[in-house]
């Protein structure tokens, strides 16, 4: 009995553990267009959508985006929101909403890859002409058209700042606040630059860690060291990012010039 739960504990661990690789990530649709509503019934107009949210899951094991919920917004119905997405042998994402509005079940099917790049997106709706609750990727249970929505799909995912670096460069006070999140568009860690005189921009620091490890990763820390160079020569500093992988333990990522982050964001710096 000792050993047998001894044997719980270790699954319930591991179960633990695995989720905990598991990161949320949440999208917008911008740019709606709305085509292909026709006013089936009366006080049921689809054709004025307002919004579009997309919330995922990726995780290590299994890389590729799940669509865990997504809500439609409209601007003379009720909104709909959808849960339990499948792949379709296309390679969309199709669910099933059982009672929306008027009918008994609803498609919605999104058509986006990749759903985590800022590309455009096709989101459809459609009658249900079979019980395909179960299975929503069955093929050809699509019925009457009731929308098609397009527009460009945008990550929204908030990110907190983890860390925050002051110094002056070119005679102008330079702040630093490191993003704990990944971007992926472009694939990078990112940092919010204030400088004096110049204004605010992102700088996308391209990751210097496995692919794998970095996508799960969390920034935590930000270290800039100076560079010797003749008196001439403007000031620089080499950018290096400390981050916390998904099993606990910390790496330190590789070393980049902080002018060259700033000529990409800026142009060029130098004074």
Known sequence: MKNLS?????????????????????????????????????????SGVTSVSINTTRDKFNPEPQITSMNIQFRQAAPLTATNFMRTTEGKYRAVVKDAWV?????????????????????ALFVSEANSYLNPAMPNNQGMPLATIQGRI?????????????????????SLSLQDKPNFMPLSTMIQALWMGKGDKTLYVPPSLPINDFEFAQAIGLI????????????????????????????????????????????????
């Open 224 to 271: 800039l060291d100076p560079v010797p160079l003749p008196p001439a020569a403007p000031m620089d500093y080499m950018l290096r990012i400390k981050y916390r992988l998904e099993t606990g333990s910390e790496m330190m990522g590789g070393s980049m010039s902080l002018r060259m982050l700033l000529n990409q964001a800026y142009g060029p710096t130098s004074p």
């Open 103 to 123: 009918y008994r079940e609803v498609i919605v099917e999104l058509d986006a890859m990749p759903i985590h790049g800022e590309l455009p997106a096709t989101i």
């Open 154 to 174: 945008i990550e929204t995912t908030l990110t907190r700042t983890v860390d925050v670096a002051s110094l002056t460069l070119d005679g102008k006070q330079l």
């Open 6 to 46: 001894h044997l719980f504990i270790c699954v319930a661990l591991s179960l633990i553990s695995i989720y905990s690789l598991a990161a949320t990530f949440n999208y917008e649709l911008k740019n709606i267009i709305v085509t292909n509503a026709p006013p089936l019934y009366p006080r049921l107009d689809l």
